[in-house]
């Protein structure tokens, strides 16, 4: 008698999916001067952001690391002096490093070690690089300023320690599918030298204060060609330079994520990674659950209507 009925509570619509982003996809980063979309595809790249107080470093990391968030196929590593920048993403992060150069140095560590097991894997195959078919997760390592743990805290010793950890990290880390995102509103040759800064495929340069700390976020060389940070209006926030591996740098806007929305990206991206068990879900309505679909009311239909025909 009601195989209508039946069919139509058969065929409700199964729970929206709760949808994800890769890492190996490219992330969204603003519009360049022609409106087009600027992304950058991170994976075996490394991303450096550097400019003067203010510029908008920390809104583009947080771009990346929302993309990285909802990506379930990355681990997010956080170090955030200042721990309101990224902390946001805390309850997300496999490592959340605060103002502690040890803890900045020991979490290095840790991944300068699994490094070293990854590539043991790669050679025991015989192969060059982590692929997405592995599943191991990419690793992004996100620092914002740079400069606190590399030149400011602790002795010069655990500096110079940090330095060289981070230094291993950024040039074996690519093909082992470790991402280095970083930020400092100190580009200066001694945060970054160019032997560090050659191994980041991406920089992005905000307003700098001269034409060279310009240069040496983008190269030596380009600021006299045109490509200036130094000549970016303060009053324009969020205004970069990008230059990706091999190319010529791009002007360019990044997007904006305001504290709400990064909020609620992060609420979500704590759903995706963490989906409610059932023991977190509300106890279902006992009259639903008891019931046969055969016995079900005609008023009980999805639509209120009726259709017991
Ligand atoms: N892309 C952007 N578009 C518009 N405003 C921005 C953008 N990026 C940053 N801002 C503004 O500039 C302020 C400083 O940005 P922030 O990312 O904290 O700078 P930094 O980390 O370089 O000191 C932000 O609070 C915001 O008001
Ligand atoms: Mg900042």
Not at 15 to 39: F, M, Q
Not at 80 to 89: A, F, I, M, T, Y
Not at 174 to 186: E, M
Request: glycine fraction near 6%.
């Amino acid at each position: 008698m009601c195989a209508f009925h039946l069919t139509r509570r058969r065929t409700m619509a199964p729970p929206p999916r709760l949808d994800r982003l890769s890492i190996w996809d490219p992330i969204h980063l603003g519009v360049d001067e022609y409106a087009t979309d600027v992304a950058c595809t991170l994976i075996y790249r490394h991303l450096l952001l550097a400019g003067e107080p203010g510029a908008g470093k920390s809104n583009a990391l947080n771009l990346v690391v929302a993309h990285a968030a909802l990506s379930t196929d990355c681990e997010l590593w956080l170090m955030d002096s200042k721990r309101v920048e990224l902390g946001p993403w805390r309850e997300l992060a496999e490592r959340f490093v605060g103002p502690n150069l040890d803890h900045a140095i020991d979490t290095l560590a840790e991944l300068q070690a699994e490094i070293d097991h990854r590539y043991d894997l790669l050679d025991s195959g015989r192969r060059r690089k982590i692929e997405s078919a592995d599943q191991l997760p990419v690793i992004m390592l996100v620092i914002d300023e740079l400069a606190y743990y590399s030149a400011t805290i602790g002795e010069k010793r655990q500096r110079e320690t940090f330095a060289m950890l981070l230094r291993d990290v950024v040039a074996r880390g690519r093909a082992a599918g470790i991402i280095v995102v970083a930020a400092t509103q100190r580009p200066s040759s001694d945060i970054i030298p160019t032997s560090l800064r050659d191994l980041f495929g991406y920089r992005l340069a905000f307003r700098c204060t001269t034409d060279s700390s310009s240069d040496i976020v983008l190269g030596h060389g380009w600021a006299s060609r045109g490509y200036d940070a130094s000549t970016i209006d303060p009053a324009e926030r969020g205004i970069g330079w990008l230059l990706a591996e091999g190319g010529i740098p791009r002007r360019m806007r990044c997007a904006y994520l305001t504290d709400q929305q990064v909020s609620a990206i992060a609420a979500y991206a704590l759903q995706l990674r963490y989906p409610p068990t059932q023991a977190d879900e509300p106890p279902e309505d006992p009259h639903e659950q008891d019931q046969h679909p055969d016995h079900l009311p005609a008023e009980h239909d999805q639509d209120g209507e009726d259709t017991d025909v």
